[in-house]
């Protein structure tokens, strides 16, 4: 049942005899049955008897067919659309439902404008030196984490990439305790991470390197590339050592000897084209095992 506010106003009564153009035709078919007297007056004696009798047979045998003769169908039709009434039109302007529901719209859209504002207002955006910052250190930590797993490392992972998860660093970082094996660091409690943890976030990580806009490879490329990269680090191409002998991280050095994917092409460097070559042609003697560090 709607509401009493919810329901249209009755529509006006018209009375169609009023109408100007129902008039107007009413005058021209008095015309046109005047005009048809004085025509029939003008025929032959008979003629018009005779019509009316093959008429009278004509419409008996429809009317037994069909239920009524011509005459009777249009006086029908006629009635029928005397007494036709137009649906009523919603005028969305005026309709107390439609207003209702424009009132409704406009208290959400204030409510949405509020709590954003009210959101913005408690966690306030980051500057880009604050977000430098903490990406860099999550490098640091993610760094410090892989080369020493200690316990003390991955509670820095945890809570320097809790600090910009949003980010590809802060991301990275929180894998990277993930990748330790034990939720609870410096504790004697070891619960164990699921095992599809680490797999998934590193996923979830290359996909979101790989989408990330910029650059000049497309989806596919960077892909691949990061297949040649886990390649160049499974079979020992690429184990880090410079930077462990020089104390420098690679995120400190972009460009000059990190990860390249160098197994798709043959790199010009010698020490790493002859690594390069053999890890090319150990890669298809050797069982590939799971192995530390």
Same mark, same amino acid.
């Given at each position: 049942e709607l509401p009493e506010w919810a329901k249209m106003p009755e529509p006006e009564k018209m009375d169609y005899k009023t109408n100007p153009d129902y008039i107007k035709l009413q005058q021209e078919i008095s015309a046109i049955k005047a005009k048809n007297e004085e025509l029939i007056k003008m025929l032959p004696p008979g003629i018009w008897e005779r019509h009316m009798e093959l008429r009278k047979n004509i419409y008996e045998k429809f009317k037994s067919i069909v239920g009524m003769d011509p005459e009777e169908m249009l006086a029908d039709a006629i009635k029928k659309v005397?007494?036709? $009434?137009?649906?009523?039109?919603?005028?969305?302007?005026?309709?107390?439902?439609?207003?209702?529901?424009?009132?409704?719209?406009?208290? =959400?859209?204030?409510?949405? $404008? $509020?709590?954003?504002?009210?959101?913005?207002?408690?966690?306030?955006?980051?500057?880009?030196?604050?977000?430098k910052e903490q990406t860099d250190n999550a490098m640091d930590a993610v760094y410090a984490g892989i080369t020493a797993p200690t316990d003390e490392n991955a509670t820095r992972c945890l809570n320097l990439g809790n600090a910009c998860p949003e980010t590809h660093e802060g991301l990275l970082s929180l894998l990277t305790f993930w990748c330790y094996g034990n939720l609870t660091p410096n504790?004697?409690? =070891?619960?164990?991470?699921?095992?599809? #943890?680490?797999?998934? +976030?590193?996923?979830?990580? #290359?996909?979101?390197?790989? #989408?990330?806009?910029?650059?000049?490879?497309?989806? *596919?490329?960077?892909? *691949?590339?990061?297949?040649? %990269?886990?390649?160049?680090?499974?079979?020992?191409?690429?184990?880090?050592?410079?930077?462990?002998?020089?104390?420098?991280?690679?995120?400190?050095? %972009?460009?000059? +000897?990190g990860f390249t994917g160098v197994i798709g $092409?043959?790199? /010009? /460097?010698?020490?790493?084209?002859?690594?390069?070559?053999?890890?090319?042609? /150990?890669?298809?003697?050797? *069982?590939?095992?799971?192995?530390?560090?």
């Open positions: 005397e007494e036709f $009434k137009e649906p009523a039109f919603v005028n969305e302007e005026k309709s107390p439902v439609f207003q209702m529901k424009r009132e409704l719209d406009a208290k =959400i859209e204030a409510i949405r $404008k $509020k709590t954003v504002e009210t959101i913005k207002a408690a966690v306030p955006s980051k500057s880009r030196e604050e977000l504790m004697e409690q =070891i619960v164990r991470t699921p095992p599809e #943890l680490p797999p998934t +976030g590193l996923n979830s990580l #290359l996909l979101k390197c790989a #989408l990330t806009e910029g650059g000049t490879r497309e989806f *596919k490329e960077r892909m *691949k590339l990061y297949f040649e %990269i886990g390649r160049e680090v499974v079979f020992g191409i690429n184990n880090w050592s410079e930077f462990l002998t020089e104390m420098e991280p690679p995120h400190h050095k %972009i460009g000059h +000897g $092409k043959v790199p /010009d /460097d010698a020490s790493m084209k002859q690594a390069a070559e053999k890890a090319l042609n /150990d890669a298809g003697n050797k *069982k590939f095992e799971r192995f530390r560090g």
